[in-house]
């Protein structure tokens, strides 16, 4: 007897004549009644409801009002209350082991039965048995008319009372049991047998629940426990007969509950599927915003699984196997890989996105107490170095940086004394006169350690209101500084120095090409840039005298507009190291770091002294390499790291000087603000904030976030400049000087109009130091790959 669903009632449609109704396992009808399978009530008796059964075997049919039938229901179980199973015609269905094992027998294979098997890990076929292939694989043919040889294990089942089964049989007979499946039915079998405590076979239950041990009905009981995840468990199996025996009703409910979480999670997951696949197909400019994913909360956190997975960030399990479920759901590959070209695809992520900037978690806006806080600075406008600064506003003051630069840290005067030396003023911003060690912003500047400068935006260390409105040097305006004064010897050696709070008034606000430009013309009106640019000079000869090693190449810098477009504009210039005015700044910097030094190491002031040991380099070894990058590049790699002392200085042999610490960038480098709070506070006659040890403690997470940042702009520049040269023409030539040879003709080269090292195949005769024509083969800026051929003259 089956049972089957009609306008919400569950109703029992036989495979027997509906005089004989065998419902040997549903022996109280209150007992399904407390299960609410039988809502009688719900229809009036003036509109009958019809249902039909069919016979599994006739494929009769047979239709009855709902009143009708509730009626023989009920008159059956009333019979079935007052009469008991007939032991003679059932086995005794019971959990002990010994009869457990009763039940299980070896059925024998034999030529002409029906049984099914296992074909691979996701098929299962009925098949006939055909002739013994060996001592113990057979050859069978399947339902789809393939003969192949099976092993016993891949047996699933034996179908009992067949014998010559005729393979052209097979499809039907599959099709007739599929139909008649009803999971409905093990419930009620469930119910029957938990009450007792018994087992069943298959046999068994096919006898309860359809009233026949007949083939079919045998079949599909077997289909139904086979299948089922719910209700009952396996005791035991010999061979393909398995014996099963109901659940506790604890664990069922568990499972029910599961089942239900499960199908709720698969409704989510088609919804959200279709969502993307809807997503996917709209134009460009026509996808959902970012924001609007994070609406609702089912859907913000699938969305959340697939960005963590795209950037190997996953917080635990959970977030991996909802990452992958989803792409498996969307027929794409479980890698990172996939998750970020379907995020891409769905307008989530733009088409440049920069994955390490998510990888490394990296800080790109301010918290509302952050911003709030930086504007009460900003509006106090308190300066507790008033009374202690000198006024230097009648300097003429150059501030030379880069184009993009957000802020300015730094700027330069110069004058000739009446004895012919040269005195120079390095005047560095003051944001230790806006900032106290130890509050809010100091700490939120801590934990960023450093501004994060990128070809797509600048993500600075201090809120940009109070970097830019407060802190920075601006062209025409009295600003705070903190100047250091230096009178040079005549062979470039520090002969003088002097640090002090101050104001100035910014002159010029110059780019690396504007003052070099005004170099090279040579105007008698800006007098002070030339004495800087000859103090520049004796500055490096006197290194260069030390020990100073020159590393100066050629730098890449790249400006991406609009980044968030699929082909933003992108502007690549190449920075000289050796250009006069980079050299010029790079001098006074340096030589500014000197002095710091010095006036730390005098008065035992704990700093951040930066030193590299001197490498036994003989400079003289590489004298056959032609001078500039091909030279500079061998020696870089013999350069040993850089080392840190909090308590006094250390040599810098690389750039020949008894010592370093930086200075001249506290708005852009925590560590340049650490050494500004300790130098203020020892011109003030203060306790210094900072002990050695302290110090030491603080540089540890600092230089760790500022090496991150290092990272993040090498990985960025490298992306931007493969996406430049991707989309350049297929037959652009670029210059390229040969480095270094790596293996046979395989050369490191630097491409001198991108200012960007590769490597190519060269022709046989070139040699380090020569100039060879390449162009772009291949550029995919996403996998990081750049491949160059040599453009060959003939």
Partial sequence: MVVRTVNSISLFRSTTPPSQLPLTAFRRYHQIRAFNYLHFSRFPVSKPTLFSYRNLKTGGCRSYSVQSFVDSVIE???????????????????SNKELVDDKLRKQVLQKGLLLEFKKDSERILLAVAQKPDGRRNWIVSDQNGVTTSIKPQQITYIVPGVDNFNTTEISDFNQRAQNNLDPTLLEFAWLELLEGNKSVTVEELAEMIFGSADPLECYCAHLLLSRDEVYFTRLDSKGSSSVYGPRPTVQVEEIKRRVIAKEAADKDLEEFVQLLRSAKAMPPRGKPSKCSWKAEDKIWHKIESLEAFAIDACKDDVQKNTAGVILKAMGLSKTAGSAVNLLTDIGYFPVHVNLDLLKFNIRTSYPDHILSAAENILQESHDPDKDDRIDLTHLKVYAIDVDEADELDDALSATKLHDGRIKVWIHVADPASFVKPGSLIDREALQRGTSVFLPTATYPMFPEKLAMQGMSLKQGTICRAVTVSVVLHSDGSIAEYSVNNSIIKPTYMLTYESASELLNLNLEEELELRILAEAARLRLQWRRGQGAIETGSLEPRIKVENPDDPEPSIRLYVEDQTDPAMRLVSEMMILCGEAIATFGSANKI???????????IDTSAFNHLPEGPVRSSAIVKLMRAAEMDYRKAIRHGILGIPGYVQFTSPIRRYMDLLAHYQVKAFLKGDVLPFTSGQMEGMAASVNMNARIAKKLFSSSLRYWILEYLRRQPKQRKFRALILKFLKDRNASLLLLEVGFQATAWV?????????????????????????FKEVVQF
């Fill in 606 to 616: 704990p700093l951040p002294y930066r030193g590299q040991p001197q490498s036994k």
């Fill in 76 to 94: 059956e179980f009333e019979a079935l209350r007052r009469r008991r199973i007939r032991a003679s015609n059932k086995s005794v269905l019971t």
């Fill in 763 to 787: 022709s046989v005769g070139s040699h380090v130091g020569d100039e060879v024509e390449v162009r772009v083969e291949e550029a995919h800026p996403r996998d990081d790959i750049i491949s």
